[in-house]
């Protein structure tokens, strides 16, 4: 059974556009660093995704804010966060405007799991920084409605 997953599909949608990947650099595993929920951690001797001052690297985690299936439709109303991790504020904020890029004014589209994507629109909320890391970063949202059965 494939999963009909939003936040795999905005994952997908990042980790396939150029502008955001030569932003984030991959990992160990030769990954993109664009995670869904929370950065990766660090595995044994392996650094993770999120580090101390002077070792900041760009990544981009992804989460569900809201997803609540619209009355009476076959819609999914999601909501995602997306949080942009940099070395300085400036570069946390280019890396949101090329995650920004991907997602607003987009209309109708199919996720390559299926999932039916009615449009999306990107919502910058501004600049913060990482309660744990002091690590700068932009959050945005995006609203993305989809469908609850594949279309493909």
């Known amino acids: 059974m494939t999963?009909?997953?939003?936040m795999q599909a905005a994952i997908a949608e990042l980790a396939a556009d150029s502008a955001v990947i030569t932003i984030v650099t991959v990992d160990q595993y030769g990954v993109r660093r664009?995670?869904?929920?929370?950065?990766l951690g660090t595995v044994g001797t392996t650094q993770g995704d999120a580090r101390g001052p002077g070792a900041y690297i760009a990544f981009v985690v992804v989460s569900v804010l809201d997803s609540p299936i619209v009355t009476l439709e076959p819609i999914r109303d999601v909501t995602l966060s997306l949080r942009?991790?940099?070395?300085?504020?400036?570069?946390?904020?280019?890396?949101?405007?090329?995650?920004?890029d991907v997602f607003a004014n987009r209309g109708q589209r199919a996720a390559a799991s299926g999932l039916g994507i009615w449009f999306s629109r990107a919502r910058s909320i501004g600049p913060d920084k990482d309660p744990d890391t002091k690590q700068p970063l932009w959050h945005g949202t995006v609203r993305m409605p989809t469908t609850l059965a594949s279309v493909a």
């Open 3 to 6: 999963v009909l997953s939003p």
């Open 34 to 39: 664009i995670r869904p929920v929370e950065p």
């Open 84 to 100: 942009c991790y940099a070395q300085t504020f400036l570069a946390a904020e280019a890396l949101w405007l090329a995650c920004e």
